[in-house]
């Protein structure tokens, strides 16, 4: 059966409200309102797309297909690598599907007062977690920030090279190269093949009054604690570098901030603070630097300060330096942005709340404490090397299978057919590990869910 | 002060602390998962684990809250923040459509939800349909051969395009002399900017007077053998359709050059017209403007990228691909520019839209279309009644597709109020403020209203019969209109710390050290 045409998203497609509207208009038809667009030029045919269904039908539709996935909560997973399982408590997606924060979008302070709120608050508790002064307004992902603080540092130092260890996230360098391209050559520092940690020695002979930035993770992407930040900063400073760090957040419930240890850009991953992991769709970049004026000047996002109105008692917000974005700079700003991830921040804010200092504290420790449970469990097997370095670990680790002569992805294979979600295969990405995973392990994961593992992988190995 | 009084609205006002004010030390919010006694006994302190300099000293100043208090100040917050679903919001250039609940209630499954990006894809084959079915109705709304759901808004988008163009320049090796990209001042500021962080220079071309868009002659003086391509959005946020495009096309093309069309809002020509038949390289569609999902108070969005056949292979990487009986990545792409950003973009966007496509049907898009334009017109129409307001580029153009750009020159010239203080007092009447428009101000004290084809006809009225007023007001009473907003949430904000860095403070932490500095 047709559908009747009146479509229930659109008041006026009542053809007796259309006529009468046209009337207005002085128009006898639709088409001169588009006579702007040349006849030669316009679509001949019908769309070929499938017809329009009833609410129902597309439900069912649409929810038929999506039964087809496996997700991470029906099976047990082990894989984080940028975007990580953790619980978002109930209060974080009722906020977030408030329809007022859900559908708005551009407006000023006086009708949208709230947001720009939330946004000085996400921006104000990112400040405590990292030790910075100032933060920004949240952008894409972990990848697109990095990109942004190798850039401002190419800005702040007119110096065009960037120095970073080898155990950077390879999708993340990647994403920094492809931003950077033209204007600031990436080179990386070895790393210790014990500890993993970053060789000072290597770091030494190749940073140079070329040297925009030396830019690190922490904890790494292969999941361990990087612990010379204080070297790696002084010898940047020594240079007129610049010294940038990329953050896990909830690791800085029990790390040092960055800081702390003299980063002058901090950027990070905020997913972790109440986003699902949307198949990778609930990323969240968030960037911060020290509050001195060639720094912010060189921010490309929205900035939003807290300030005063006329009436005592109220708080405001505005823009800082509105005039440095590509919004009013447009090719002259020498940075892009744009419709970012703001109802994450707004999330972020929620869930950083709720845990507060004492409950961001418990809950690093937890995840260390189940992570190393899961480590200490995978090394007791046979075959298995984990963790390959002998640093201190976050939430993330490497497994070697070399010497059960199976492949990381014969392994998941058969992990998978057990309900099991083995780490992220790395060994393209780092061929001198050989055949490694990453696992991860968060609150998430019971002492039941990390046995089992250990007893699979026994069957495997 | 009586017209202050007659607007009907009073905005919610709590007059809410910040966060870190409603603090009590002790309180919290959420329980983490415990630790079982089996791990406990095995791993023990795990603080002292850690190398001691790495060992955070004091904990982070976060504030200390119970779940409700939490719940009750963001609740108040988002009561203090006005979408589309709180009333009449036709900010322009950013299609403010209704956002259907059924589309969200499908987005925020557990099936989506709960999904890592790595997992084997066999375990997703339900989510990588969607997108691969998704990339294919965008091929046929486009007509473009191939699509890319990764950036995640409009401005990536551009960069994304601004990059293929660079990699299609060195493949032909002319990288090196092939420099500028070609731009029209009314298009989104990402189609210049963008392009100059992808490290090129930036030609900008102005309106001419009369059409609203640059002269052909104007295109050919700029296009040179320099010329790496033209990026410009079409149609305009002046809801004029630049009709030289196909001529821009050829022109370039015979350069050398390719052309990107920013189809971000292309609420108006959904079956109608495509830009890959018109010749253009790429495009890009932003699924959070033309395809229903919504804003979030600013992102996440999604703009997904689309490529002629000559510039498919240049795609960012991974593609969602199908041999037959399965869908997969496809990262085996040699010429591609690679990885734009992380993983595959915000998926739950493109359900959204998946399920928005299916609501509305072939037919429905065009309708919505329709209505759209028909909406914008009704408005152009009532607005011009207005006194004060008038309608750049009128004569050459009465009509036009999904929104307009007026200026309130005129009555700024009358009465000294132009669109700032407008918009202040239309918050006034219960209304979202207007969109201006982007910079440079090439239409003097501009607004810019999208009424999208979800707004009824009394909405439309609605707002003429405010600005009416708001008009009346400026010439009868403009300290009612200069002293605006007297019913919003709060009254004039001080401005001054955006530009003083004593001031400034992003950052509670550093609100808290300036102000203690003010005492000392």
Known sequence: ????????????????????????????????????????????????????????????????????????????????????????????????????????????????????????????????????????????????????????????????????????????????????????????????????????????????????????????????????????????????????????????????????????????????????????????????????????????????????????????????????????????????????????????????????????????????????????????????????????????????????????????????????????????????????????????????DIDRLAAALEGVV | MQEVETTGYQGVSWKEPIVYQLSKKGRRGHRVPIVEDEIRAAIGNVASRVPEKMRRRHPPELPELSEPEVVRHYIRLSQETYGVDSGIHMHGTCTMKYNPKLNESIARSPKIADLHPLQDIDTVQGILQIMYEFQKWLCELSGMRDFSLQPRGGAHAVFGNAHIIRAYHRMNGELEQRREIITTVLSHPCNGGSPAAAGFEVVTLYPNEETGYPDIEALKAAVSSRTAGLMMTDPYDTGIFDSNLEEYIRIVHEAGGLVAIDQANANSLLGRLRIGDVGADLCHFNLHKSFSTPHGSTGPGTAAIGASEELSNFLPIPIVAFDGTKYYFDYDRPDSIGKLGDFYGVVPNVVRAYAWIMTMGAEGLEEASEVAVINNNYLIKKLLKVRGVTLPWHESHPFRLQEARFSLQKLKEDTGIGVTDVNHRIVDYGLQDMETSHEPWIVPEPFTPEPAETTPREDLDKFAEVLAAISHEAYTNPETVKTAPHKAAISRIDTAPSHDPRRWAMTWRAYLEKARGDKR
Not at chain 1, 26 to 39: C, I, N, T, W, Y
Not at chain 1, 131 to 144: C, I, K, R
Not at chain 1, 206 to 221: L, M
Not at chain 1, 384 to 411: G, L, M, W, Y
């Open chain 1, 1 to 448: 059966m047709e559908l009747v045409a009146v479509h229930p998203y659109i008041p006026n497609s009542d053809p007796e409200i259309k006529r009468e509207m046209l009337g207005e208009i002085g128009v006898q038809s639709v088409e001169e309102l588009f006579a702007d667009v040349p006849k030669q030029i316009r679509l001949k045919k019908k769309l070929q797309l499938p017809h329009a269904k009833s609410e129902y039908h597309v439900r069912r539709d649409v929810e038929a297909i999506l039964s087809r996935n496996k997700t991470c909560s029906e099976l047990i997973s082990f894989l984080g690598a940028g975007c990580w399982p953790h619980y978002v408590p109930a209060v974080c997606d009722e906020i977030n599907s408030r329809s007022e924060f859900l559908t708005a979008y551009a407006g000023d302070v006086y009708s949208d007062l709230g947001r720009y709120q939330a946004f000085f608050e996400f921006q104000s508790m990112i400040g405590d977690l990292v030790a910075m002064d100032v933060v920004g307004f949240p952008w894409y992902s972990w990848g697109s920030v990095s990109a942004d603080s190798a850039r401002m540092a190419v800005m702040i130092t007119d110096r065009h090279e960037i120095l970073t260890p080898r155990t950077i996230s390879p999708d993340r360098l990647s994403i920094m190269r492809r931003h950077c391209e033209g204007l600031a050559d990436i080179k990386q520092v070895k790393n210790d093949p014990v500890s993993g940690q970053v060789s000072l020695e290597d770091l030494r002979s190749k940073i140079s009054s070329r040297t925009a930035a030396v830019y690190i993770e922490n904890p790494t992407y292969l999941g361990f604690v990087e612990s010379q930040c204080e070297e790696i900063s002084k010898i940047a400073h020594d240079h007129g570098a610049l010294f940038t760090v990329g953050v896990e957040p909830l690791s800085l419930g029990i790390l040092t901030p960055p800081g702390e240890y003299g980063a002058d850009i901090v950027c990070g991953e905020g997913q972790p603070l109440g986003m699902h992991m949307n198949f990778g769709g609930g990323l969240l970049g968030f960037l911060a630097c020290s509050d001195v004026e060639r720094f912010v000047s060189a921010m490309p996002h929205r900035l939003i300060s807290v300030t005063t109105t006329e009436r005592k008692g109220e708080w405001g917000f505005t823009y800082v330096l509105p005039e440095r974005t590509m919004f009013a700079a447009r090719d002259k700003a020498r940075s892009f942005t744009g419709t970012a991830t703001a109802l994450w921040a707004i999330t972020a804010a929620v869930y950083l709340s709720l845990l507060g200092p004492n409950g961001l504290r418990e809950l690093a420790e937890v995840i260390m404490q189940k992570s190393h449970y899961a480590m200490k469990r995978m090394s007791e097997i046979r075959g298995i090397r984990v963790p390959i370095f002998n640093s201190c670990h976050f939430e993330e680790f490497t497994a070697n299978f070399d010497a059960t002569e199976k492949t990381v992805s014969q392994v998941n294979k058969v992990l998978l057919s057990y309900g099991i979600i083995g780490g992220k295969d790395i060994s393209r990405e780092f061929p001198e590990l050989g055949n490694t995973a990453l696992y991860c392990v968060t609150e998430m994961h019971t002492s039941a």
